[in-house]
C-alpha cells in the first residue's frame, strides 16, 4: 500500500471514529431525552404518572415515587422552551481543531451567569491554549449560531480534535434555574470521558451551588447508597454489592455533580467506580427518599421543581447583559443622528431582542427630546456625542469644534445624567487637529450600510449583517423608517452568524482608547 492510500486509509478510519464518538456521545446525552412526562411536565400532567422514557434499560415502568430506578438520562426543558434566558455561544476553529460551546445564562448580571461563564471560559480557553492557539473567538462556525439555546447544530463533526460544550435547562421555576453543562473533549487519541454537571442558583443574587450542593454535606454517602440500590435492582451489580464502598467524601460528591432535579426527584448521572470506560448510569430518586439529605439550597431547588411554577427571570434593562468580547465575538449596532420620533419604536424593538446598541446623539434633537434620551440611557445602551447641528468639523474654527461637542456634552448629561465618553464626527469626518481640540476618542465604523439612501429594507439587512466580522461598528440611522425595520432582520442575522451585540464601548471592555484616538472597529 503507498504512502498516499495509507494515510487515506487511515484518515477515513479516524474521522469515522470521530462521528462514531459523535453519534455516541449525542446518543447518550441527555439533552436529546425527550421529556417524560410527569416530571418538568406542565401542571396538567398527573403528578404521579412517570412512564419509563422510550428505551429504558429493559425497565419496567414504573411509578414515579416506587424508589430508585435506573432511567436513560435527564430530563431536560431546553433552552428554547424557557422564555427570558440568554443564549450563548463561544466558538473557534484553526486547522487542527474546532471548538463549539453553548451555554445559557439570566438576563443581566447575576451570580449564576458569570459562574457559568466563567466554567465555559477556563473550559475554551484552556482547550485553545493545550492545542496550541490563543483563544480567538469565531462567527459562521455553528448552525443556528448565538440565536439557538442549547442543543443547536454541532461544529464540524469531522474534524479529529474538538471540544464542544452543550447546555439543557433541568429546572427553570419561581426564581430558580438548573442548568447542565455536557463538555465533551475529542482529542488525536480519541475521546474522554465527557464532564457532566448541573449548576443551580435562586435569583440573581443567590449562591450558585453544583448537583452535589443540593445534598447535606455528610449525607453523600446516603444518596450513593440509593444510586446502588437502584443498580442493584437493575442487575448492573450483583445482590449485595456496594460500588461505592470505600468512596471518600470528596469523591462522593464528585459522583454526584450531576445531580438533575425535576418535579419528581432527582436523576444522578456518574460513572460507577469500576466502570469508568463504558457509558454512564443515570438513576432516578424519588424527593420522598432525598428528602432527609437535601441541604437548604437543595430544598429550595425541590420546592421550586415540585411547584411547577413559572420561571421569573431577574428582571434587567435589554441592553444590560454582560459579554465579555475577549471570549465571544462581537459586533455593534450604531445609530446616528437621533434621538427622533422613531427612536422610542427602535428601543422597544432592541427590548425586546436584548440587544445593546451605540446612539450617537445631536445635541439638539436632545435637546428636543429629552426623554428618548433618558430612556436610550435606562435601557442600557451607550449614548455618544455626534455634535449639535451635524457640521463638517474639518472646515470649523477651533472655537466653533469645542462649541459644537460642549454644548452636545451638556444637552445630553441634562437629559440623562450621563457624560458621553466618545465622539463620532459628522460624514466621519476628521484630521489630527480636530481630534487634539476634542478631548474625547473619535469612533467610526467599518460597515457603512448607506441606509440614508433609503436603498430598501432588505438591502440594508445584508449590508449590516452580510459584511461583519468579529469586532465591527455598523453604521445606521434612526431617522430612517427602513432602518428601524431592518433592525429585527440584522439581529436575528447577525445572532445566527455567532455574533454578540455589545455596545461599542463594551468592545474595549467598557473603556474606550484615550483622547485623539481614531477607532474603526473593535479589537481584532
Ligand atoms: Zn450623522
Redesign the pocket.
Known amino acids: 500500500m503507498g504512502a498516499a492510500t495509507e494515510r487515506r486509509r487511515r484518515t477515513r478510519t479516524a474521522v469515522a471514529a470521530a462521528i462514531a464518538i459523535a453519534a455516541s456521545l449525542s446518543a447518550c446525552d441527555s439533552a436529546l431525552v425527550p421529556p417524560f412526562s410527569g416530571e418538568s411536565a406542565p401542571p396538567t400532567a398527573p403528578p404521579s404518572s412517570a412512564p419509563a422514557a422510550p428505551g429504558s434499560e429493559g425497565a419496567p415502568p414504573v411509578v414515579a415515587d416506587r424508589g430508585p430506578r435506573v432511567v436513560p438520562g435527564p430530563v431536560a426543558l431546553g433552552g428554547d422552551r424557557v422564555a427570558g434566558l440568554v443564549p450563548r455561544l463561544a466558538a473557534m476553529r484553526t486547522d487542527g481543531f474546532v471548538v463549539s460551546a453553548r451555554w445559557t445564562v439570566p438576563p443581566g448580571t447575576t451570580a449564576f451567569g458569570e459562574a457559568l461563564t466563567a466554567r465555559v471560559a477556563a473550559a475554551v480557553r484552556g482547550f485553545a491554549d493545550a492545542n496550541g492557539a490563543g483563544w480567538t473567538p469565531g462567527v459562521d462556525l455553528v448552525a443556528g449560531g448565538a440565536s439557538t439555546p442549547c442543543s443547536g447544530g454541532s461544529a464540524f463533526a469531522v474534524t479529529p480534535t474538538r471540544l464542544s460544550i452543550d447546555c439543557s435547562i433541568v429546572v427553570a421555576s419561581g426564581t430558580v434555574i438548573g442548568e447542565r453543562l455536557v463538555i465533551a473533549e475529542i482529542g488525536p487519541d480519541g475521546a474522554a470521558q465527557p464532564a457532566r454537571e448541573v449548576w443551580y442558583a435562586d435569583g440573581a443574587d443567590g449562591g450558585v451551588h453544583d448537583g452535589a450542593g443540593l445534598y447535606a454535606a455528610g449525607s453523600e454517602k446516603r444518596v450513593l447508597a440509593l444510586v446502588a440500590e437502584a443498580l442493584r435492582a437493575a442487575g448492573r451489580v450483583d445482590t449485595g454489592e456496594d460500588p461505592f464502598a470505600g468512596t471518600a467524601p470528596e469523591a462522593a460528591r464528585a459522583l454526584l455533580v450531576d445531580s438533575a432535579a425535576g418535579g419528581a426527584g432527582v436523576v444522578v448521572t456518574l460513572a460507577v467506580p469500576g466502570t469508568e470506560r463504558s457509558r454512564p448510569t443515570s438513576v432516578h430518586m424519588p424527593w420522598r427518599l432525598l428528602e432527609p439529605f437535601l441541604s437548604e439550597p437543595g430544598a429550595t431547588v425541590r420546592s421550586a421543581a415540585v411547584s411547577g411554577d413559572p420561571y421569573e427571570p431577574p428582571s434587567a434593562p435589554g441592553g444590560d447583559d454582560p459579554v465579555d468580547c475577549t471570549l465571544l465575538p462581537c459586533a455593534s449596532l450604531t445609530f446616528?443622528?437621533g434621538p427622533t420620533s422613531l427612536t422610542p419604536s427602535l428601543l422597544d424593538v432592541l427590548d425586546r431582542e436584548r440587544a445593546a446598541a451605540t446612539f450617537?446623539v445631536q445635541g439638539s434633537s436632545v435637546a428636543r427630546n429629552p426623554g428618548t434620551a433618558a430612556r436610550i440611557v435606562a435601557a442600557g445602551h451607550e449614548i455618544a456625542n455626534?455634535t449639535w447641528a451635524?457640521p463638517n468639523l474639518t472646515k470649523l474654527t477651533d472655537e466653533q469644534v469645542r462649541d459644537e461637542v460642549r454644548r452636545t456634552q451638556d444637552a445630553i448629561a441634562a437629559a440623562t445624567g450621563v457624560r458621553a465618553t466618545s465622539l463620532r464626527p459628522?460624514y466621519g469626518a476628521s484630521n489630527a487637529k480636530v481630534r487634539e481640540l476634542v478631548a474625547l476618542p473619535f469612533v467610526v465604523w467599518d460597515i457603512d450600510t448607506r441606509d440614508w439612501q433609503d436603498p430598501g429594507v432588505d438591502v440594508v439587512v445584508d449590508r449590516a449583517a452580510g459584511g461583519a466580522a468579529p469586532g465591527s461598528i455598523v453604521l445606521l440611522?434612526d431617522t430612517h423608517q427602513d432602518t428601524i425595520d431592518a433592525v429585527p432582520s440584522i439581529i436575528d442575522r447577525l445572532r445566527s452568524r455567532g455574533f454578540a451585540l455589545v455596545s461599542v464601548a463594551d468592545q474595549f471592555g467598557g473603556a474606550l482608547p484615550g483622547r485623539g484616538v481614531l477607532v474603526s472597529h473593535g479589537p481584532r
Open positions: 446616528d443622528d450617537y455626534h451635524h459628522p440611522h
